[in-house]
């Protein structure tokens, strides 16, 4: 009997290119839009925000991308990541479904996102940059560019969207030990925050808002540069190490996925899990389902407008053609602080619209229901980010037992929960509230959308 549980690569076959889905979409992706003059936005637009490497990168359409020596040689600290076998989930829940994930948590920050942090620093710093700015939700971002920023020499500022930020003092503490400075957000420091916090003393924040002060920082000094986790193409490009090893790992396991599952704040993790899938699919090959698992507090691509919106809350960013609850929309405190942003990736938005993945949304309880089991059969105690993943999984995997059917699982477990774990002894204590958001908060947010000319 077959008991191989892990799946590793040597790292001679880490990928050295990353897949850009865009030259393999039936349709190409709607273009940013200069938010003054409704027109599409050119690099030079974006040449105060982003350095031109990236730039590039945001607008390629070129199948693959070579990663330069330097990332890659930081890349090996981590990579390649394990692919596990979740024979002993598999037993617990009684299903015939191979059940496989892809675990990300073994990077320095503990999640997917050195994958990107560390290739945006190297550009920055290629470029003469000395200085970055960013926002971070779950703390999981700016420990991963607060490290990225360490290797590479360069200093960083983040704001930390305050109700992460009082929960977690210990990701506050890291990415300080890493050299970073950080602050709450909203915070005194812009007038994007001063702004809010007039309106809003108490305002537990949101990554719009956090994203506005980093922006407004940067866009402001010549001399700094922003660096955005999630949402942009060249971001879900970085990630895309991940399905990439996946396939190489599941052919080692003689398998292939039917369902590819991820979790979605802005869309990067599940793009790095499945858009080499869904690339293989539109080049002729099999085509899995593909399904991205959302909170349903924050529900942009089950119940957002597929519409051009601005990525921040102070409206300081271009307009992007993606799902979205409305910029200003501030979703209710719920445990996953990374995927508390209004928007959506436009690429995840864009195979939505074009039927090439299905979301889901789940409530915080049954997600926090499905990570301590799969903690208690296998181990790894997920971020209640990815809980989201293992909860669509899960799902899956008995529905294949109700219709007795065996079908492979792949899904990305892509942070490690260490740091937050005032989220599980809220769920132990039975502190955790279900809370949807606001109908009437959305609808306020959704009117007050830019209208855009050509839509
Ligand atoms: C562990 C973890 N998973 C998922 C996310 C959501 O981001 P994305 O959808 O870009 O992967 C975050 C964001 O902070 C995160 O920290």
Sequence with gaps: MDRQVKYTLPESEMPAQWYNIVPDLPAPPPPPLHPGTGQPVGPDDLAPLFPAALIAQEVSAERHIAIPDDVLDVYRLWRPTPLFRARRLERDLGTPAHIYYKYEGGSPAGSHKPNTAVPQAYYNAAEGIRRLTTETGAGQWGSALAFASSVFGLDLEVWMVRASH????????????????VHASPSPETAAGRAILAETPDSTGSLGIAISEAVERAASDPDVRYSLGSVLNHVLLHQTVIGQEAIAQLEMAGDYPDIVV???GGGSNFAGIAFPFIGAGLRGGKKPRVIACEPSACPSLTRGKY???????????PLVKMHTLGSTFVPPGFHAGGLRYHGMAPLVSLLQELKLIEARAYTQTTCFDAGIQFARTEGILPAPEANHAVRGAIDEALRCKEEGVSRTILFNLCGHGHFDMQAYMDYQAGKLEDRAYDEGELNAALAGLPRIAAE
């Design 166 to 181: 009082d929960q977690k003092p210990y990701r506050k503490m890291l990415m300080e030990t890493y050299g970073a400075t």
């Design 307 to 317: 519409a051009y919106d601005f990525g921040d809350t102070a409206h300081l960013t």
């Design 262 to 264: 991820g979790c979605t």
